[in-house]
């Protein structure tokens, strides 16, 4: 494999690895929420989350 290939390979892998972290925060984010019971929040989340995925 090239250097540029696996670079690419790389970058690839980190930019995956960084929207799970963030669907993951995101989830945590809104079962707090829910816990809470602030909708409004759970609805602001759930908004982010449809434009994310």
């Known amino acids: 494999m090239s250097t540029a290939k696996s670079r690419h390979s790389v970058k690839q ?3 995956k690895v960084h929207r799970a972290n963030i669907l993951e ?4 984010r809104l079962q707090v929420a829910r816990s809470r019971g602030d909708q409004e929040l759970v609805r602001q989340l759930e908004k982010e989350k449809e434009q994310i995925s």
């Open 13 to 15: 892998e980190v930019a």
């Open 25 to 28: 925060n995101l989830e945590h």
